[in-house]
């Protein structure tokens, strides 16, 4: 029912910026919480940022201060500005798409800080 795309990532420096775009297809997206997630090389999958239909976000101990999630209902995007990259944060990032029942997952977007 719902599809999520991912595109924004790539290869950066330590300290640069990125920013991370989800596309959502079939939702009725502004009634639903979205977020990103991201796992790392040999790591499980953690929270990055969440942001509700409301528009409250809520951030990760590790990213809190660098990174700003925010939501376009009318195009049916959610967005993650990352800012002050750390060669840390290299992941594939995921966007999640909160549903009833099912919860929906991008395919992923790779990001690379290198240092």
């Known amino acids: 029912q719902v599809q999520l795309v991912e595109s924004g990532g790539g290869l950066v420096q330590a300290g640069e910026s990125l920013r991370l775009s989800c596309a959502a297809r079939?939702?009725?997206?502004?009634?639903?919480?979205l977020g990103w997630y991201r796992q790392a090389p040999g790591k499980e999958r953690e929270l990055v940022a969440t942001?509700?239909?409301?528009?409250?976000?809520n951030y990760a101990e590790s990213v809190k201060g660098r990174v700003t999630i925010s939501r376009d209902n009318a195009m049916n995007r959610v967005y993650l500005q990352m800012n002050s990259l750390k060669p840390e944060d290299t992941a594939v990032y995921y966007c999640?798409?909160?549903?009833?029942?099912?919860?929906?997952w991008g395919k992923g977007t790779l990001v690379i800080v290198s240092s």
């Open positions: 942001i509700s239909a409301s528009g409250r976000p």
């Open positions: 999640y798409h909160e549903g009833y029942g099912v919860d929906y």
């Open positions: 079939g939702s009725v997206f502004s009634i639903n919480a």
